[in-house]
């Protein structure tokens, strides 16, 4: 049922590239060349990559219309979310649906997908205008992100799931996986939460803003978290979810010398 509503979303978007005219060609054809030869993917029509890699900062500053990748960057969220899916659900036959979830969500996330896109070198061909080149240029992390699905989403306008797939099993072997614990480590409070509702207990955890103080362009915020029992723990940060996320992992310490993990 996933891929054909997927199918359905790329009836919409397949060929934006081609009727609304590719971005003006500053990369030439060997680079793009060469990063077909990375992905290991060789598109049919080029103009959907070109697009894939033009950002709406530089279609806002171009003098020459053009298509930036927004639309196939949708289309590519769809796509990957289903490559994941299906991945760790062959590669984890063992795993349940909470396991899968997590792993999913990590293959996904903005960081994972900036980070496989700055191991391919991906920035190196994106089209940045004005504004990002202020701000960051090809190094800011939602730029990578968004481009590297953009690429996700032409691949599969133009060479369908065979495509993606192949795709995928270059990305792959560039991100790998993490383990589970890792997953803990970078989400405590999700961890956090997971043990109160496997051991049923009567509520969730619950966070309090204790302090802020400091100036206002240097605050340092202090949360409490309570769990079932009475115990408590605190945590200190420049911002409320910093402060959050020390305190559930403070938590996490204090219930791991009890013996739950």
């Not at 309090?208 to 029992?229: F, M």
Request: with cysteine; aromatic share 6%.
């Amino acid at each position: 049922m996933l891929v054909k509503m997927v199918e359905r979303v790329v009836s919409f978007f397949r060929g934006s590239g081609k009727r609304q005219g590719s971005p003006k060609r500053e990369k030439n054809a060997s680079a793009l060349a060469a990063l077909e030869r990375t992905l290991g993917y060789a598109f049919k029509d080029r103009a959907l990559l070109e697009t894939a890699l033009t950002t709406p900062s530089f279609r806002a500053s171009s003098s020459v219309a053009c298509v930036d990748n927004q639309r196939l960057e949708f289309l590519g969220d769809a796509v990957i979310g289903l490559l994941a899916a299906e991945h760790l659900f062959n590669t984890h036959q063992d795993a349940d649906e909470g396991v899968l979830t997590k792993r999913r969500s990590h293959l996904t996330s903005g960081s994972a997908l900036a980070q496989l896109a700055r191991q391919i070198g991906l920035g190196n061909y994106l089209r940045v205008g004005r504004g990002d080149r202020q701000t960051g240029g090809v190094g800011k992390e939602r730029l990578l992100a968004d481009a590297m699905e953009a690429v996700i989403g032409a691949v599969w306008c133009d060479g369908e799931m065979a495509g993606v797939r192949a795709l995928f099993r270059v990305l792959i072997t560039f991100g790998g996986e993490v383990s589970v614990a890792k997953l803990r480590e970078d989400n405590p409070k999700g961890h956090l939460q997971e043990i109160a509702q496997r051991l049923a207990w009567a509520e969730l955890p619950s966070y309090d803003l204790v302090s802020v103080t400091g100036p206002n362009h240097a605050p340092a915020y202090v949360v409490r978290v309570r769990v079932e029992g009475g115990l408590e723990a605190t945590g200190e940060g420049t911002t409320k979810r910093a402060a959050t996320v020390t305190a559930a992992r403070r938590m996490l310490e204090k219930l791991k010398k009890d013996g739950v993990e």
